[in-house]
């Protein structure tokens, strides 16, 4: 493992509330010098968390920042291509933001790079959507190229790779099955890396994450007492491990439901089931002792986020607060990628880096690229590839 003092640079795009960027530093093999995301609460909690290096902006409209980049790290919004929802893919805007990885890729040219997205890309529009993706991360000059106009300078190409893992295999006390993309830029003559899976078999259950060290009731993000009195008695008609399917249909709480999601509780025997950003009632996650829904904090410990991070609202003290700041945390802890694992993933890409001599980065240096935060509108100062690449 390469010493703390040096390490990768890397860049992070829809970088959200931080968890790929914290569990990219946690493996000891990457300093995050750059972030940019569009949402303000999440941004907020990156600031008072991980650092003041990320910018709150739109990313279409952002220039690439003059900074070194060896790992680039992007976890687009991936509803458009979730098949829980419309599946809608390249339809819209948002199922487009791919291509915004492309050009951070031809502009930075790092060495590699990670994206993290939902299984379902890989079906979207019938197939035709990872078609194109895929092909704008392996030749990502030919796409910033037709969006700029025309032809700028040498092609960069890059091998990769996509896995479909479960996240419980990683360490996370979740089961949430993602895909999982790996470049490595083909001059390095390197293949991206298998992602190890630690904890295939013996995954970290609910009853580990939650139950062996209790979380304190002044907790930060620990909400209680948010359930309404029908929702409680309904909690006690379901076991752990079950939902609204428990309840007997003739009864008066009885509640039809679209998804397996819906009033589940946790079962402590085994990892969550997968945590979500959104959604209406019944889908909160539901607790496998106590009959309420779970707490933003017990959904960050199960997405594994350490308790000390704090997830930003806005919300202060008063009447209504907690029902103000639930839905603003819920969505930043269901849209984020697992520490834990982005940990495992980053430390992987950062071995194959090593076999392949790339070199890393003083303390010192990473630093002041942190500081800078200079941009560049068109061409990266970073140097060409080591031989000329031959088109796919």
């Not at 190229?145 to 006390?173: E, F, N, T, W």
Request: proline share 9%.
């Amino acid at each position: 493992m390469a010493p703390r003092s040096q390490r990768y640079a890397a860049v992070s795009l829809f970088s959200g509330c931080g968890g790929m960027d914290l569990g990219a530093e946690q493996s000891g093999r990457a300093r995050v010098v750059w972030a940019i995301d569009n949402e303000h609460w999440a941004v907020e909690t990156y600031r008072s968390n991980i650092g003041t290096h990320i910018v709150e902006a739109d990313i279409t409209v952002t220039n690439v920042p003059a900074v070194p980049c060896d790992i680039l790290l992007a976890g687009p919004p991936c509803q458009d291509y979730s098949t829980l929802w419309n599946h809608d893919g390249l339809i819209t805007a948002r199922g487009n933001l791919f291509k915004q990885v492309a050009r951070y890729l031809d502009a930075l040219r790092p060495a590699a790079f990670v994206l993290e997205n939902v299984p379902g890309l890989l079906s979207a529009n019938k197939g035709v959507a990872w078609t194109l993706v895929r092909h704008a991360l392996k030749a990502p000059t030919s796409v910033a190229a037709s969006s700029a106009g025309g032809p700028r300078r040498p092609a960069v190409h890059y091998d990769v790779s996509a896995q479909v893992i479960d996240m419980a295999d990683l360490g996370v006390p979740q089961h949430r099955e993602r895909l999982i993309v790996i470049g490595i830029r083909r001059d390095l003559g390197q293949r991206p890396p298998v992602i190890p899976s630690p904890y295939l078999g013996n995954p970290i259950t609910v009853a580990e994450a939650l139950d062996r060290n209790p979380l304190t009731d002044n907790a930060p993000n620990h909400e209680k007492g948010m359930d309404s009195p029908d929702v409680i008695e309904r909690l006690k008609l379901i076991k752990p491990g079950e939902n609204y399917e428990a309840i007997p249909k003739d009864h008066p709480l009885a509640v039809k439901g679209l998804i397996s999601h819906v009033y589940r509780r946790l079962d402590p025997a085994k990892p969550s089931y997968t945590v979500i950003a959104g959604g209406g009632g019944g889908t909160h996650g539901y607790h496998h002792v106590e009959p309420r829904r779970l707490t933003n904090r017990e959904k960050a410990r199960l997405q594994g986020f350490p308790d000390d991070f704090v997830f930003e609202h806005g919300c202060g003290p008063g009447r209504g607060r907690a029902t103000s700041q639930y839905p603003r945390v819920r969505r930043q802890i269901g849209n984020a990628v697992p520490p834990p694992a982005a940990q495992l993933i980053v430390g992987a890409v950062a071995e194959v880096l090593e076999r392949a001599d790339v070199p890393t980065r003083s303390a010192r240096d990473l630093a002041a690229a942190r500081r800078g935060r200079g941009t560049l509108s068109a061409v990266s100062s970073e140097p060409e590839p080591k031989t000329k690449v031959v088109g796919l």
